[in-house]
């Protein structure tokens, strides 16, 4: 029996990393004060003291030039994990990871794939400034070859971190930044890879599914507690991972509790939960008790800290979505 | 042009005398290669214009830095050709036919990167850069003694990943050479407004990294700088950019049309600079091989070529759900070819035409 701490997201992801380098000798991890500064968010904190400067490696200011190198170090056999500093940052990159990284293992007609992984903080609710609050996701899952991968607390954030950088593709690893410092939870000393396939539900439940991801998890929480107070029993579907969906545990929450709500921050406009209901209507429609409702962040620019709140799904708002579908 | 060594049509007595310290051997071996190359060229464009591949960017002048930069390495060492080297694969082992059928948009023209350590070619260019610096910074942490070479144009020098490939390997003392042949033509954009350095090779300055000039036309000169700058970069000198002058002498590919804006008179003014028969002239001059047997070294490789048409044409189409299968190690769901499509996918009855 391995022994357990209590940890913080944040601080599960820097106990994985390091459980990474020690175990894989064939992975460094790479990005903008990574080094001795730890990362912004201290995610590598002592890492580059443990494990020296050469496998946790201070880049220049270059996300582009670093994300292609990753691309590069792969061919010679190395596992980058890279870490872009804030989730607005990865747009300059946003050529290597769909033009190069995500189409690689197609040309050359499925031998080799890229043992990538990078690491985004993602999302809002920081009151961080602008460009520090991006829900990038969508882009990612809708461009081929790339998996797209948010834990949602501090187990989550270890298993399939390991699990990301094992799978053989590369993997868009978004980490809801507003959950880093959200409490501890009780993790083993070592991690096991997690299980990039498949959603968990992380509450049952008979009448409605609320399906979310990330930081949204604690809010679909929020809204099920106080449904359950209504005699309301809600499903909570913690997604996990965004490409591939998992398509059976979607049609098993429609077919199973009639009614399937989607919350995320991203902008609603083609975003993960149009995918959702599209799929839904698809294949169950008729399973369904009132059509698939979204609550989503706006289709506009994250706004500046002073009104973010009013573009995070909150309780009350996954709340009123409820019972419109509920009383439909 | 300033750094070219020649007299317009003749060799220059300076590629003579050099090639005086060379043996037979490997000049033949230079030449053998810039051969092979111009017979696929050639060989493409007729192809395209038979209607057997698809549009197809030719290299025609670009015979002899390409096979210099190939054969001054080691065949452990990594290239990243852009859609302009197409067949420097071939000079590392891989059949023709492959490169051809990527131009046929044929999958079997995706190379096998592993064994021959030849990237996949980039369409975008510049995005290869960072790609080399990788390979060659992650070589030496592994303390693996390899160079990585990366291709691209006077155009690709404008764009952004060249900039962050160059400062990353400089600050990395990655083990990389980025090989500039400014052919002075980004499709119909010269040199004049792609940059106002005067030199490419300047821009290394700005990285803290040697830059040097060569005779693009010039197998032997390119061979040497190549020789040079993997040489440096092996020994833990770091990166090197490497300006090949030279002038495209075709089209920017089959579908380009130069008429339309650059002065044909003064492309006839480069073409005596046509690497091959230059080449020819001057291991000829320095007693190196008789006009002949370099005649024969060409037709054989034409020859090589000759029915290579009909083998593109015979290989067998992959099927849509073959291609769904190559994208990630486990096919999604999505991918898979129960789902992919509806039976009535394959039935174009009543398309427009």
């Known amino acids: ?328 | 042009m300033e750094g070219a060594r020649t007299i317009l049509g003749r060799p220059a007595p300076e590629m003579v005398t050099a090639l005086r310290e060379w043996s037979r051997e490997l000049a033949l071996e230079l030449f053998s290669a810039m051969a092979g190359l111009r017979a696929f060229d050639e060989r493409a464009v007729i192809l395209q214009r038979q209607g057997r591949i698809g549009t197809y960017p030719t290299f025609y002048g670009e015979e002899a830095v390409q096979a210099a930069s190939v054969r001054a390495l080691q065949s452990r060492d990594w290239l990243f050709p852009t859609y302009r080297q197409t067949a420097v694969v071939t000079l590392r082992g891989c059949p023709p036919l492959v490169p051809l059928l990527m131009w046929r948009g044929h999958p079997g023209g995706w190379h096998d990167v592993m064994e021959y350590r030849v990237a996949p070619i980039c369409v975008p260019v510049a995005t290869n850069f960072p790609h080399a610096v990788g390979s060659a910074w992650g070589a030496k942490l592994r303390h693996l003694k390899l160079v990585a070479l990366a291709y691209g144009g006077d155009g690709s020098t404008s764009a952004g990943d060249f900039h962050e490939a160059c400062n990353l390997a400089a600050v990395m003392g990655a083990p990389v050479i980025f090989l500039i042949t400014n052919n002075q033509w980004a499709i119909s954009t010269p040199v004049s407004k792609q940059t106002k350095v005067r030199r490419v090779a300047d821009k290394a300055a700005g990285y803290g990294m040697p830059g040097v000039r060569v005779d693009a036309f010039d197998v032997f000169a390119c061979y040497q700088v190549v020789r040079e700058a993997a040489a440096r970069a092996r020994a833990g000198g770091g990166p090197t950019l490497i300006e090949a002058i030279g002038y495209r002498l075709g089209p920017h590919g089959t579908a380009d049309e130069p008429s339309l804006y650059r002065d044909q008179a003064a492309d006839r003014l480069w073409e005596p600079m046509e690497p091959l028969r230059r080449t020819q002239l001057a291991l000829v001059a320095a007693g190196l091989a008789s006009a002949a047997e370099l005649d024969q070294i060409r037709a054989d490789a034409v020859e090589g070529l000759r029915a290579i048409g009909d083998a593109v044409e015979a290989t067998s189409p992959v099927t849509i759900e073959e291609i769904a299968a190559t994208v990630h190690r486990e096919t999604p769901w999505g991918l898979l070819p129960d789902r992919l499509r509806e039976p009535s996918w394959t039935d174009r009855s009543g398309d427009p035409g």
Request: with cysteine; hydrophobic share 45%; proline share 6%.
């Open chain 1, 1 to 328: 029996m391995s022994s357990t701490t209590e940890l913080n997201m944040v601080e599960a992801i820097t106990r994985g990393l390091g459980q990474l380098l020690e175990e894989d000798p064939d992975a460094l991890l790479m990005g903008e004060d990574i080094g001795a500064n730890g990362g912004v968010f201290r995610a590598t904190a002592g890492l580059q003291e443990r494990f020296g400067a050469e496998r946790v490696v201070d880049t220049p200011l270059s996300e582009a030039g670093f994300v292609g190198a990753a691309i590069g170090m792969c061919l010679v056999g190395l596992h980058p994990v890279v870490e872009i500093q804030f989730d607005a940052f990865v747009y300059p990159a946003f050529e290597q990871l769909v033009s190069q990284a995500g189409r690689f293992r197609w040309r050359t007609s499925g031998a080799y794939g890229l043992p990538l992984v990078v690491r985004i903080p993602y999302g809002g609710g920081t009151r961080a400034p602008e460009l520090h609050s991006d829900s990038p996701e969508t882009l990612f899952s809708h461009m081929p070859g790339l998996r797209v991968v948010i834990p949602s607390d501090p187990l989550s954030g270890g298993e399939l971190l390991l699990a990301a950088v094992r799978c053989g593709d590369p993997v868009i690893f978004l980490e809801p930044k507003r959950m880093y410092r959200r409490g501890r939870q009780a993790v083993p000393t070592r991690f096991a890879a997690g299980d990039l396939d498949h959603a968990v539900v992380v509450r049952p439940g008979d009448d409605l599914t609320v399906v979310a991801y990330g930081a949204m998890l604690e809010v679909a929480r929020g809204a099920a507690d106080r449904l359950q107070q209504e005699g309301v029993s809600t499903r909570v579907l913690d997604l996990r991972s965004l490409y591939p969906l998992d398509r059976e545990s979607l049609l098993a929450a429609a077919e199973e509790t009639g009614r399937v709500l989607v919350v995320h921050e991203a902008a609603r406009h083609c975003g993960i939960g149009a995918e959702v209901a599209a799929l839904l209507q698809e294949e169950v429609a008729d399973a369904l008790l009132a059509p698939t409702l979204r609550v989503t962040g706006m289709d506009m620019p994250f706004p500046l800290s002073q009104n973010e709140d009013d573009a995070l799904p909150s309780v009350a708002r996954v709340l009123a979505a409820a019972h419109a579908m509920l009383e439909y």
